[in-house]
């Protein structure tokens, strides 16, 4: 398990240069040399598991989730690859969106257009508090419990992002940060089998999000061109309703 080892990997590292958590913070020589060191796996994680992105990030003195309209800045490192079914030899499809400045040069992996030396966290940062949360309130039996599925929109609209995380805990079973991936929704529509549900490749696969009322549900991903026909298109409302056939089942309602 990727994260076990990774957690090994920093305890170790706090260990041997004598740091707390509370001292992994951004543009900080000692955290940057961490983050270097966690380059390589963050990058396997990204390849054997075909994702778009992949992410680490530590909570530093700031524990708590920040109050509506602040930013906090945290030390952290986040790579993406756009098209994660081809790779290429010198590693050119992979760009760093934050991380710091020695992992650019050190590595030889461009930046990206918006790249950052620190990950910004909202109040709204879902994907970073929520699993953290549960973990201080002791809200699990597996760690797997704690894993958050979030998204959001691409900043010029252009697509939807699913992200998984996860905490990192410290030996005492205290959360120190978060360890996760993305998926882009055209990634996602190009990879879903929808051919497998018919013979005659009629049916579809729909990925989405369910408000808390159970009604609404925010389309991430759609298999299948056949949703230009059926206005599954991704990014948008889609009415839904509880399937009596089912336990656990939706049906779309035509809007």
């Not at 900080?28 to 054997?48: C, F, G, N, R, Y």
């Not at 039996?141 to 894993?147: A, H, K, P, V, Y």
Request: proline share 4%; charged share 20%; glycine share 6%.
């Amino acid at each position: 398990d990727i994260r076990d080892e990774m957690q090994e990997q920093v305890n170790f590292f706090l260990q041997e240069n004598q740091l707390t958590t509370e001292q992994l913070l951004p543009n900080d020589p000692k955290t940057d040399e961490l983050l270097e060191q966690l380059a390589t796996p963050l990058l396997i994680l990204m390849s054997t598991n075909e994702v778009n992105g992949a992410f680490v990030s530590f909570l530093g003195e700031e524990k708590d989730r920040p109050q509506q309209g602040v930013e906090q800045k945290k030390a952290g490192l986040y790579f993406y690859d756009m098209d994660s079914t081809t790779h290429t030899l010198d590693g050119s499809d992979i760009f760093v969106r934050c991380g710091p400045e020695n992992i650019i040069k050190n590595l030889d992996i461009s930046s990206s257009e918006q790249w950052s030396s620190h990950i910004p966290v909202t109040s709204e940062s879902n994907l970073y508090y929520n699993p953290i949360e549960s973990a201080y309130q002791k809200e699990f039996n597996e760690i797997e419990q704690l894993g958050y599925w979030s998204f959001y929109v691409m900043h010029d609209g252009s697509n939807s992002v699913m992200t998984y995380s996860q905490p990192l805990l410290d030996q005492q079973g205290m959360p120190y940060g978060v360890l996760g991936i993305e998926l882009v929704a055209d990634y996602l529509n190009e990879r879903l089998p929808s051919a497998e549900l018919c013979n005659n490749d009629s049916g579809i696969y729909a990925i989405g999000v369910i408000n808390s009322e159970q009604k609404d549900c925010y389309r991430i991903a759609v298999s299948n061109t056949l949703n230009d026909k059926t206005n599954l298109s991704a990014g948008s409302q889609l009415t839904i309703a509880k399937d009596s056939n089912y336990s656990e089942g939706y049906r779309y309602v035509s809007e």
